[in-house]
């Protein structure tokens, strides 16, 4: 099977009878070229079908205006906020983004890295899978002094700006809401701790329980990968409870709403025997009934934040000035946490 021959700029040149430097520096539309000149060259070029070779220009000027991002999952309300906030900065600065899943698994984040370091990215945008213990396999961008920016699951390291909101002190105003609504044994749905994001927001659920004078009960802890489908099964576990809480702080919405629909098809009603709550703000926490409370968590404010973050230290060679950069968050307070005659 016979394929196009490519186009190049030794092609435009024979068939305008112009030598290539004219046509190369026409194709960059350099001034000494007449405008005429350069003209003929952009449609001839059109007409030839004639593709620039982006990734040769820029490998000479060790800059490709790509930023690689790797994120745990696409599917979440969540991240989609946070790349549109990545685009939308990286586009008005002239980078285009790269964006590769890990689907939670340290293999599969190795093998974005690998793909992306070969893609010659500029720079990289991080939030961590579950199960990722440290970040020696990012040595590959760090040794070359490549910017790392981690955002949402971080990881402290001197080389690295993470940015974050104080998921401790959202998962202390979550259990110390769900306390003032009555609720004295409060599950909480979580994922694994070796993640910044679930290990404080779990320390801050302790640590509420604790300063209301609730002992902290291990059985009341269910460890799963957050879909719904794990929200619908720990659920199930909490209704095999020989006394059920009267209280779920779930670690996302996804699972939160999971956890109201399997609670309601049991005849479990919300708030009143049952206070839920979530993390993240996504919208299907406004669709369920009752209206979910959860966690405002800016997640196109910290796309923003951590592509701007990135492309300023490209465009000055700055080196790491603020470690962890915190966003701000606020609690939500909805139907399905508020008990008549309870303060909010």
Known sequence: MSTQKEITIYDIAEALDLSPATISRGLKDHPTIRKDTRKRIFDKAKEMGYQQNLFASNLRRSRSNTIGVIVPRLNSYFMSAVIAGMEKVANAAGYNLIISQSTESKEKELANIKTLYNSRVDGLLVSLAYDSENIDHFDLFLNKGIPLIFFDRVFDHPQCTSIVIDNYKAGYEITSHLIRQGSKRIAHITASIKRNVYADRLRGYRDALADHGILYDEKLIFFCNLSEQAGAEATQRI??????????????????????????????????????????????????????????????????????????????????????????????????????????
Do not use: W
């Not at 966003?327 to 946490?337: F, G």
């Open 239 to 344: 209704l095999e409870m020989d006394e059920l809480p009267d209280g779920i702080f779930a670690a996302n919405d996804t699972t939160a709403v999971s956890c109201i629909r399997t609670l309601k098809q049991a005849g479990i009603k919300i708030p009143e025997q049952i206070t839920v709550a979530g993390f993240n703000n996504d919208p299907l926490s406004k669709v369920i009934e009752p209206n979910l409370t959860t966690m405002n968590y800016p997640g196109q404010e910290m796309g923003e934040l951590a592509a701007a973050t990135l492309i300023r230290k490209l465009d000055t060679k700055e080196g790491t000035s603020l470690n962890t950069i915190v966003l701000h968050h606020n609690l939500i307070v909805r139907e399905s946490s508020q008990r008549k005659g309870a303060d909010s």
